[in-house]
């Protein structure tokens, strides 16, 4: 039986796990590995950097960069979504890598982390995912950008810009919601 594929996000590393423990095989992307390492962090996680780079010489974590045609379904779905402003070049990442394993690997395969655009755009593109160690999300979620004092509706890339007409902030509300079984 093959072992299972994990795709694990910085919020999963910095959780401090042990990687002998973990059953299958562990991807992140460059990246991923680049935000643990930052150097505002380095004394805090110098325990995980060292377990990680562990992991990397015996084979456990493998380090891998997505093709850059998936980034465009990314896109695309994520302003459908409304999550497009709200994740990072590193989300955008790992799940073009979750994408690509989606197409290539016939093993199971998933992407674990805390983070809730992320998993709100794996629902969209059909990427299974978990949290791990709190809850994840319970619905899909459709947003809206709009003006809390206009009401108006706008772009989904004009997220956390000011309203052209009253200079009030942009935000997010919900349009839609598809409860997950």
Same mark, same amino acid.
């Given at each position: 039986? *093959?072992?299972?594929?994990?795709?694990?996000?910085? *919020?999963?590393?910095?959780?401090?796990?042990?990687?002998?423990?973990?059953?299958? &095989?562990? $991807?992140?992307?460059?990246? &991923?590995?680049? /935000?643990?390492?930052?150097?505002? $962090?380095?004394?805090?996680?110098?325990?995980? &950097?060292?377990?990680?780079?562990?992991?990397?010489?015996?084979?456990?974590?493998?380090?891998?960069?997505?093709?850059?045609? %998936? %980034?465009?379904?990314?896109?695309?779905?994520?302003?459908?979504?409304?999550? $497009?402003?709200?994740?990072?070049?590193?989300? #955008?990442?790992?799940?073009?890598?979750?994408?690509?394993?989606?197409?290539?690997?016939?093993?199971?395969?998933?992407?674990?982390? *805390?983070?809730?655009?992320?998993?709100?755009?794996?629902?969209?593109?059909?990427?299974?995912?978990?949290?791990?160690?709190?809850?994840?999300?319970?619905?899909?979620?459709?947003? /809206?950008? $709009?003006?809390? %004092?206009?009401?108006?509706? #706008?772009?989904?890339?004009?997220?956390?810009?000011?309203?052209?007409?009253?200079?009030?902030?942009?935000?997010?509300?919900?349009? *839609?919601?598809?409860?997950?079984?």
């Amino acid at each position: 039986m *093959n072992k299972p594929t994990l795709i694990f996000d910085t *919020n999963i590393f910095l959780l401090g796990i042990e990687f002998n423990v973990i059953d299958g &095989v562990i $991807y992140t992307t460059p990246k &991923v590995i680049e /935000e643990v390492k930052h150097k505002r $962090y380095t004394n805090k996680n110098r325990n995980i &950097v060292n377990r990680i780079q562990v992991a990397i010489e015996s084979k456990k974590l493998l380090i891998q960069t997505p093709s850059s045609r %998936f %980034f465009q379904e990314i896109e695309t779905s994520s302003k459908t979504t409304g999550d $497009y402003k709200t994740l990072s070049m590193v989300d #955008k990442e790992l799940i073009a890598l979750a994408l690509e394993f989606k197409e290539s690997i016939k093993n199971d395969f998933i992407l674990y982390t *805390n983070d809730y655009s992320m998993q709100n755009l794996c629902s969209e593109l059909n990427i299974p995912f978990s949290p791990l160690i709190r809850d994840g999300i319970k619905s899909r979620i459709i947003w /809206e950008i $709009y003006c809390p %004092f206009c009401k108006e509706a #706008k772009k989904v890339e004009e997220f956390g810009k000011e309203c052209e007409r009253c200079g009030t902030r942009l935000r997010r509300r919900r349009k *839609n919601e598809i409860k997950l079984i």
